[in-house]
């Protein structure tokens, strides 16, 4: 099969999508130092299998490292070879994964779940080069040029890379919608290492046009992309097809194919459509403009009068992924935060995670974190015993001293508890209690992967009323959900109090609450039950500044028709998140849950 045929040129099927995933492998083998590395994003099965195979083929005889998501730093980057330190009596040097990889391939496992800190470590590591250890009495530096395939096994579309890691990755390949036969159908051999290497000796003398260059650049604004990386590293995929080929200067199908891998998955936005001249009068209305062909059709003739960038740019639009297509065709702001963890991080005593240590006595509370004690002695070892008067003969004395001394740091994940405060009055309050009632059902599926609770609280006339307490129980919930009463006036300020009480409840009970609530923010009764909306509005902007002071997060949903300015007054006074979502269906409340838990609403 010949891999250099544009993918953009078909329609986007299986066979599409595992010749671009093909073509991704070629360029990066060709130049792996610019082109850094590649995002999969399979499950674990015979096609991801097939690929790497692929990888492995054309990169030929290199290292090739596994890196679990939680790695420590030391076993990343190197560091104080403690064991042998305490038997020689001085510091001795362990290398670390990435230089063990040097000019290899490491592939990072789980990587939807990779944490920040290592993602921030490791993309230093990427731009220089090289790890540099300046710890623990060591300053090394040690070369570390590695390809990065990051295999990212999410089952959600907004559980994804680190942006500081996903940034420095040149493609973004999806293996989920190809089958076996289609990838058994290709042939590792059809691209040899006698081709690599030849296009890699070839890669120096290739060059580009400024018109070309231009048009790439163009094409990476009109999909709002504004990091210059992008821009480099398509510049560099369309250097290695053109070496690839044989060809000593880049061409327009080389350029065109370098946007649709490289610029096509970082796209956040479409380009503006042209502007179609009005018809005449006299011109029937079905012949003014062509009919609208859908973005996604790769298989859209290529206008040769078109400009060279609108040539690019229709390249790169027509390999946009289809779930990215909708998110930008509908608007959607695209998430590329990570996903699935419960809870905040909160220091603990003696019970928990284990999260590094610090240099300080222990303490009632504390405990000693010896490793990292004796790692901080090891560097002053010699000069310590060469201060000594009575040396045991025969061996080296260790010294400890006070200054040496570490702490464990210890974290715990405490649990969510997601509680929907529902206003239950006037006519509509079936609607609302009937969406309350289905986004709590639909959350609750979740509590089970993510051990979040879900509570719910209603409002309406003079009283709020806590009707389901904080459960992961789907049976208990459907139960107190069922046949709840509607109807009456509007205590906002009282059911702010409500919440008020319940997020410190929650809060002593080692818990991270996130409260939802869902009214039209027009509130007619005040706390002593008596009517009036001036001052029941009053009194319940002053609830809300009391429920800001617990530090909650707190969703504020706008069901009325169109957005009320009460409704935004209150949620700005208590510090919420305001989002005007107007006959929002349970399925749309229980996603924009999901997202905030996700994410997190506090600014």
Not at 117 to 136: F, N, P, Y
Request: hydrophobic share 45%.
């Amino acid at each position: 099969m010949n891999t250099r045929e544009h993918p953009d040129e078909h329609a986007p099927n299986a066979a599409s999508l595992w010749q671009c995933a093909v073509q991704a492998a070629v360029l990066l083998a060709i130049d792996p130092d610019r082109l850094v590395g590649v995002r999969v994003r399979a499950a674990p099965g015979p096609v991801r299998d097939a690929w790497l195979a692929l990888v492995r083929h054309l990169m030929g005889d290199c290292a090739w490292k596994r890196m679990p998501f939680n790695i420590s730093d030391e076993r990343l980057l190197g560091g104080l070879d403690l064991p042998a330190t305490l038997s020689l009596g001085r510091p001795v040097l362990q290398g670390g994964l990435l230089t063990e990889a040097d000019h290899g391939v490491v592939l990072l496992a789980m990587a939807e779940r990779l944490p920040l800190e290592t993602s921030a470590k490791l993309a230093a590591v990427l731009d220089s080069g090289e790890v540099q250890i300046m710890r623990d009495g060591l300053c090394e530096r040690h070369a570390a040029r590695v390809v990065i395939v990051a295999l990212d096994e999410g089952v959600h579309d907004d559980e994804a890379l680190p942006p500081a890691l996903r940034e420095r990755l040149a493609f973004d390949i999806d293996l989920r919608e190809i089958p076996w036969k289609e990838a058994m159908e290709m042939s590792s051999a059809m691209i040899s290492q006698a081709d690599i290497q030849l296009a890699r000796r070839g890669l120096a003398g290739t060059e580009m046009t400024d018109e070309l260059l231009r048009a790439l650049c163009g094409a990476a604004m009109g999909l709002g992309i504004h990091s210059a990386r992008a821009c480099l590293m398509a510049v560099a995929a369309a250097r290695a097809n053109a070496a690839l080929d044989g060809n000593v200067q880049v061409t327009e199908d080389d350029a065109r194919l370098a946007a649709s891998l490289v610029l096509a998955p970082r796209a956040t936005r479409l380009p503006p459509m042209p502007e179609q001249e009005e018809p005449d009068a006299g011109e029937p209305e079905a012949q003014a403009a062509p009919p609208e062909q859908d973005p996604s059709s790769a298989s859209a003739p290529q206008d040769p009068q078109a400009p060279l960038e609108d040539r690019v740019l229709d390249a790169a639009k027509a390999a946009l992924p289809t779930g990215l297509l909708l998110q930008l065709l509908e608007g959607g702001a695209l998430k590329r935060g990570t996903a699935g963890k419960s809870g905040a991080s909160v220091k603990a005593g003696l019970r928990g995670r284990p999260s590094g240590s610090r240099r300080a006595r222990p303490s009632r509370g504390s405990r000693l974190h010896l490793v990292d004690t004796l790692r901080a002695a090891a560097p002053w070892q010699r000069l310590r015993n060469a201060a000594l008067t009575d040396r045991p003969e025969g061996g080296a004395r260790w010294q400890v001293r006070v200054d040496d001394f570490h702490v464990a740091r210890i974290k715990q994940k405490t649990s969510t508890a997601t509680v929907f405060v529902v206003d239950a009055s006037g006519s509509s309050a079936l609607h609302r209690l009937a969406e309350a009632k289905g986004a709590v059902e639909l959350l609750l599926a979740d509590c089970y992967v993510r051990r979040d609770q879900v509570a719910l609280m209603a409002f309406r006339g003079q009283q709020a009323e806590l009707l389901l307490p904080p459960t992961r129980s789907l049976v208990r919930a459907k139960r107190s959900l069922a046949g709840l009463p509607g109807g009456g006036g509007t205590p906002l300020a009282t059911a702010i109090d409500a919440a008020t009480v319940m997020a410190q409840t929650l809060q002593r009970r080692g818990m991270s609450p996130l409260f939802v609530m869902l009214t039209d923010g027009r509130a007619n009764v005040g706390r002593d039950g008596s009517g009036g909306r001036e001052r029941a509005h009053s009194e319940a902007l002053l609830a809300a500044r009391q429920l800001a002071l617990t530090g909650v997060s707190v969703l504020f949903i706008d069901t009325s028709p169109k957005p009320q300015p009460l409704a935004a007054e209150i949620a700005g006074a208590m510090r919420a998140r305001y989002l005007p979502l107007p006959h929002a269906g349970a399925a749309a409340v229980s996603q924009v849950v999901r997202a905030v838990a996700r994410e997190g609403v506090r600014e």
